[in-house]
């Protein structure tokens, strides 16, 4: 039996988006059910110290947390799934929708943190890292969905 | 807009600031986990303790320079400079990891040396200090000028020919760091590593420098705390120097005491608790006083420790000065710095400290000599008749020893016998003075000898006839009493010995001797306080 691949035409879209590691790369659609697609969020890590008898607390940034992305990604076929999740295992780089990200790797030069590739501007992040993977469903066309959480450090500290 | 900070004290205030801290191993930037760094005047070599994720980078190799950096914009100080010699690695549920326990550079200083090291004196302990640190090869240090507690008068070492031949000795089986500690805190001085260096500074007394920072309950301390306790209340000390054989024979054991200790309520009943301190480097009274007057300032007071906990103060170094100032712990005032340690990790940069100071007063010196007068009279000791003597016939039948009855004091550290005296051990022989050594003393208690020595050679001078009566033709005469003498009664026998090179009339030496004292040294006490009744 012939393992099923969601012929959705969605999946024409992007299709040097997904994460990429070990020379593979594992492509997925960023699924959302908001309106607005989500974001990298990211913050400071800081210590507060309430200092006695008075009504001060200092503050100590110790740096800055990760920044994380929490998203849905749809992925044509339960082989594009596995691929993912074996490739999870390593530091590897996304390629997003530039419109749909706010951010860029800053990290990388200027003109390497955006690429156009086959009619889309493709932000591309280095070192990032899969910490989660949840929610998982399959789709009945043989397409896969979950939740997804990435993280990179935040070079703008 | 990150803050810059112009100085340690506007960034340990400020509400808000920005950690950097970097672990250079062998010059490489490190990803350690977290860094616990300790440096005390107490602890002359400081440690810092890393972690950091395995496997360990290859440059984390034994004898790597470890240096840590740390602070905030403006504010970035190197806390730490070691060297590795110890990796210690392991995983657990917490992960795999890896701690470094790294001492400071400083440790090279307490390396035994190959040969004893030998400064000539007198030689002033810093001195000694820089050079024990340059014979080492430390890269950095630096010491102020060792005083007593009136700031001016310099602290030399390797004074007193008879004591040490005026050198100062490091033995090859003492560490110098261990040496130069142990003279540095006879004086309230510390010798102690930073991360700038080895460091001898004094901590002792009231802090009288400027503030390195400034430290306020419900402004800028995170907690504090304050202990006091009078467990090591001694208002009455004693210090013993050196132990040696004066250049007049006599045997010297250097000693202060004070000349009246105060009564301190909070030794009640007796108002006073002693205690002593005792070097061999202490080679004269002065300097014996000067260690006496320094454990006074420094002990005769309760004991007070201030502790507190800021955020990271990465400029701060043991021997600083800060002022703490406390409502609630009811503190006020500088402390020194005794020790600094800064711990960064998830819960930020945080610097501990204590400090302390001494709050008591040096005494004035009292007489450690117990000087008694055993015979005022002049005695003659021979077989003639010599009319230009003070005292012109034998004051005892010839070759009886003349006996000087005395009493040895419970408490003692060396006894002698101090006289005037003339013509002992000299004969007029073919018109000149000759030397001899037949007349002696002799030390005798309980019924039995124990102990005896020649007189000193005092010229006879007999032709010249010269009137005894007179003290100017008397001389200086000192027996120092070595032996076995024991508290209680003893008995000095001076005895004039027979010459055969003397015909038979005249074959006793003739002498006189007047004013005998015993001097007894260690015996000294210091006018003690009066006890008060009750408990």
């Known amino acids: 039996m012939m393992p099923r691949v969601s012929d959705n035409p969605i999946f024409a879209y992007g299709p040097l988006l997904g ?10 659609i960023f699924w959302r059910k908001e309106a607005a697609p989500p974001d990298w969020q990211g913050g400071r890590d800081l210590v507060a110290n309430r200092v006695y008898g008075g009504r001060r607390t200092l503050y100590q940034d110790i740096g800055a947390d990760p920044l994380r992305l929490k998203t849905g990604a749809w992925f044509q076929s339960k082989a594009d799934f596995q691929r993912f999740k074996r490739l999870s295992a390593s530091v590897g780089q996304l390629w997003m929708n530039a419109d749909y990200t706010a951010h860029r790797d800053l990290s990388r030069s200027p003109a390497e943190q955006v690429i156009h590739r086959l009619g889309m501007h493709y932000a591309i992040f ?8 949840t929610d998982e469903t399959l789709d009945n066309d043989g397409g896969v969905r979950c939740k997804v959480q990435f993280e990179r450090e935040d070079f703008t500290w | 807009m990150v803050t810059t900070f112009p100085t340690m004290q506007t960034a340990i205030d400020a509400r808000h600031k920005r950690l950097e801290w ?5 010059g490489i930037l ?7 760094t300790h440096h005390s005047v107490d602890d002359p070599v400081g440690t810092c303790t890393l972690t950091l994720n395995l496997p360990l980078p290859a440059h984390v190799q034994f004898g790597a320079l470890v240096e840590v950096q740390a602070g905030y914009p403006g504010q970035v100080h190197t806390i730490f400079r070691g060297k590795i010699p110890k990796r210690d690695r392991l995983f657990d549920q917490n992960g795999a990891r890896a701690t470094l326990n790294v001492p400071s550079l400083g440790a090279r200083l307490n390396r035994r040396d190959y040969t004893d090291v030998v400064f000539p004196g007198p030689i002033s302990l810093r001195d000694v200090f820089n050079g024990l640190n340059a014979r080492r090869g430390i890269e950095s240090y630096y010491a102020d000028d060792v005083t007593a507690p009136d700031g001016s008068t310099i602290i030399t070492l390797g004074n007193t020919q008879a004591a040490n031949g ?5 033995p090859r089986k003492t560490g110098f760091l261990n040496f130069l500690t142990a003279a540095a805190e006879l004086f309230g001085y510390r010798v102690y590593d930073t991360p700038f260096g080895v ?39 004693e210090v013993f120097g050196a132990k040696y054989d004066d250049e007049d024979g006599s045997r010297a054991v250097l000693r202060s005491i004070p000349d009246e200790v105060p009564y301190d309520p909070r030794l009640a009943p007796e108002g006073w608790a002693r205690d002593e301190r005792s070097s061999d480097l202490l080679d004269t009274v002065a300097l014996c006083d000067i260690v006496r007057n320094v454990m006074e300032i420094d002990h005769s007071e309760p004991y007070e420790q201030v502790s507190w906990t800021t955020h990271g103060s990465p400029s701060l170094l043991p021997g600083d000065v800060v002022e703490v100032t406390s409502s609630t712990l009811a503190v006020s005032g500088k402390q020194w710095v005794l020790s600094v340690q800064h711990t960064i990790n998830t819960n930020g940069f945080t610097t501990k400290c204590t400090g302390w100071r001494g709050a008591g007063i040096a005494l004035p010196a009292g007489n450690d000599v117990v000087a008694t007068l055993l015979r005022s009279a002049p005695v003659h000791l021979g077989d003639e008749y010599l009319s230009h003597y003070a005292v012109p016939s034998p004051s005892v039948a010839t070759g009886s020893p003349f006996k000087v009855p005395f009493v040895v004091l419970e408490q003692y550290s060396a006894l002698t016998i101090r006289a005037r005296g003339h013509g002992c051990n000299s004969y007029l022989i073919g018109g000149k003075n000759s030397d001899a050594d037949v007349s002696r003393f002799e030390l005798w ?23 005894y009566l007179q003290d100017q033709w008397w001389s200086n005469l000192v027996i120092p009493i070595t032996g076995s003498i024991k508290p209680g009664a003893a008995e000095l026998h001076i005895i004039s010995g027979k010459d055969s090179r003397i015909g038979e ?3 006793y030496d003739d002498f006189e001797v007047k004013e005998i004292w015993l001097h007894t040294a260690g015996a000294g006490e210091p006018t003690l306080p009066t006890p008060t009744g009750g408990a």
């Not at chain 2, 430290?215 to 306790?229: S, V």
Request: aromatic content about 10%; overall charge negative; hydrophobic content about 40%.
């Open chain 1, 19 to 28: 994460f990429y590691a070990d020379g593979e790369q594992a492509r997925f």
């Open chain 2, 30 to 36: 490190t990803d350690c986990r977290d860094v616990t």
């Open chain 2, 445 to 467: 208690q309980f019924g039995e000898r124990v102990g005896s020595g020649n007189l000193p050679i005092l010229n006879e001078d007999l032709d010249l006839r010269r009137n």
């Open chain 2, 199 to 237: 460091r001898m500074k004094r901590v002792s007394g009231m802090p009288d420098e400027a503030p390195s920072l400034v430290i306020t309950e419900a402004w800028n301390a995170l907690g504090a705390g304050y202990l006091d306790h009078i467990d090591g209340l001694i208002n009455y000390w």
């Open chain 1, 126 to 133: 280095d070192n990032v890292v899969v910490t989660a993977i």
């Open chain 2, 166 to 170: 005026k050198t100062v000795k490091v």
């Open chain 2, 22 to 26: 970097y672990v250079l191993i062998g």
């Open chain 2, 505 to 507: 009339a005249y074959a």
